[in-house]
Structures are given as structure tokens and as C-alpha cells.
């Protein structure tokens, strides 16, 4: 019962807080960014749904733009370098666009072209410690993320090794976004010794509070 009652209280919570920031926002685009398994999608489409965005997540843009039906035949059959290409075509076109949420694929942060692209919306990192993103690929499999794929081993293991040697690669290239989502920081705010205790709900508010706090950027200030 009191369960119903909080998960009703923060989707209308949700709701009022989009209403101020869809003046802010003024139409501009939101792309999520983030690690695969950050959320990304899951995250993307309530922030769509609540501010009467539309939602588009660019692996599967690139999927139909190529004409295959997943992810990991597109970098089987062709390579990750025709992947990276192809989503790179697909987020410049998406970025003359207004009234989306993008959620791209864990890697278009490496290419400054695509942040040029994504600097004419508001980027939201979504930032998720290594465990809870390996605790999240091993329950679902690798099968739609080929950087992940493992012949072999335990997929706890085998997703964190994986995951932390991307995060190395990557650097600091996700804090290039005008907002960082710590989920480690609303669970202390919310004090859970966990962060996955974090509802997608819970998450979706925080780009709200802290896009409503920017003030370096003209429609959110
Ligand atoms: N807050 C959350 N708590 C637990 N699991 C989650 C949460 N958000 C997403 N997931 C799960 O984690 C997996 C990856 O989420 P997804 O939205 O596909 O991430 P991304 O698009 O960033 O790769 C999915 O199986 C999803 O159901
Ligand atoms: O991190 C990456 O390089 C990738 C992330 C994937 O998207 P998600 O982050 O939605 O899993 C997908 O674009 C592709 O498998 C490569
Ligand atoms: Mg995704």
C-alpha cells in the first residue's frame, strides 16, 4: 500500500518538475549519455513520455538506417568503425531535430563530432559504478552488446573486466555533458546503502533538479 503511494507520489512529482524544465527547455533535445547498461534507454523514454518528447535510442536508428536487425550483426558483418559512422549520420540528423530524447549508444561519447552535434540539445551523463552496471549486462546477457560478448566465464566477471577497461579507454569523455547523473549520489540522498535501490523513476528526477540549478546555458538558466 505505502509502496503505491510513494510510486504515485514521485510520478506526479516527475510530472509537475517537467512542466518547469519544458520552459527551460524550449524545445531543445535531450541526449542521455552514459556507459552501456546506465540506463540510458530505460531512463530516456520516461523523461520522453512525461515531457511530451519523442523518444529515439540511436543503436536502433542505426539498425534501420544499415537495414539489420541488431547491433552486434552490424559489427559482425560489417565492423564497429561502419557502427560508429553510421551513428555518427544518425545524430547529426537527429540534432536539426526538436522535442526528442536520444538515447545514444554507450560509445558516441568518443567522437567530438558527435558532441558538437549534442551540444545543441542538453546532454545528461548517467553515471553508474562499474558493479551495479556488471550486476545489470550479467542479468540480461550480452547478446545485444558485442563489446560485452563473452565466449566464456562467469558473466558477473567477465562484464565488470570488460566494462572497466571501457571506462579507461573512454577517460573523461562522458563529463563533456552540461548535466552528470551520480546514482551513487541520489542514493546517498536518499539514503539507500545501495544504488540499486534506485528506481528509473528516482533517476529521471535528477536531470529535472539539477537542469533547473544550470545557469551557463541560456534556456536553462
Ligand atoms: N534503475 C535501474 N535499476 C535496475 N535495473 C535497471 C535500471 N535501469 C535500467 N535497468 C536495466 O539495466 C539494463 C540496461 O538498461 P538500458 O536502459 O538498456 O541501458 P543502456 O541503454 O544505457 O545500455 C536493462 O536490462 C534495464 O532493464
Ligand atoms: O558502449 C558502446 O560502445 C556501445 C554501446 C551500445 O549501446 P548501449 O549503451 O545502449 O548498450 C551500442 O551502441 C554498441 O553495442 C556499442
Ligand atoms: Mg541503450
Given at each position: 500500500h505505502e509502496n503505491l503511494h510513494n510510486s504515485v507520489d514521485d510520478a506526479l512529482l516527475l510530472k509537475r518538475k517537467s512542466e518547469e524544465v519544458l520552459f527551460q527547455l524550449n524545445g531543445r533535445c535531450i541526449y542521455l549519455v552514459g556507459m552501456?547498461?546506465?540506463?540510458k534507454s530505460t531512463v530516456g523514454k520516461i523523461l520522453a513520455e512525461v515531457l511530451g518528447y519523442s523518444f529515439f535510442d540511436s543503436d536502433k536508428l542505426v539498425e534501420q538506417a544499415v537495414g539489420m536487425p541488431s547491433v552486434a550483426q552490424i559489427f559482425k558483418v560489417h565492423s564497429e568503425a561502419f557502427f560508429r559512422d553510421n551513428e555518427s549520420s544518425v545524430l547529426r540528423d537527429l540534432s536539426s531535430m526538436r522535442r526528442l530524447v536520444v538515447a545514444t549508444g554507450g560509445g558516441a561519447v568518443i567522437r567530438p563530432v558527435n558532441w558538437k552535434n549534442m551540444k545543441k540539445g542538453l546532454s545528461v551523463w548517467l553515471d553508474v559504478p562499474l558493479e551495479a552496471l556488471a550486476r545489470r549486462i550479467a542479468k540480461v546477457g550480452t547478446a545485444s552488446r558485442p563489446l560485452l560478448d563473452q565466449p566464456s566465464g562467469d558473466p558477473y566477471t567477465m562484464a565488470f573486466s570488460k566494462l572497466s577497461m571501457l571506462a579507461e579507454q573512454r577517460g573523461d569523455a562522458y563529463a563533456n555533458a552540461d548535466v552528470r547523473v551520480s546514482l551513487e549520489e541520489i542514493a546517498s540522498k536518499l539514503g539507500h546503502d545501495d544504488v540499486s535501490k534506485l528506481t528509473p523513476i528516482d533517476i529521471a528526477l535528477e536531470p529535472f533538479h539539477k537542469c533547473l540549478n544550470i545557469t551557463s546555458l541560456s534556456p536553462c538558466s
Open positions: 552501456m547498461g546506465s540506463g
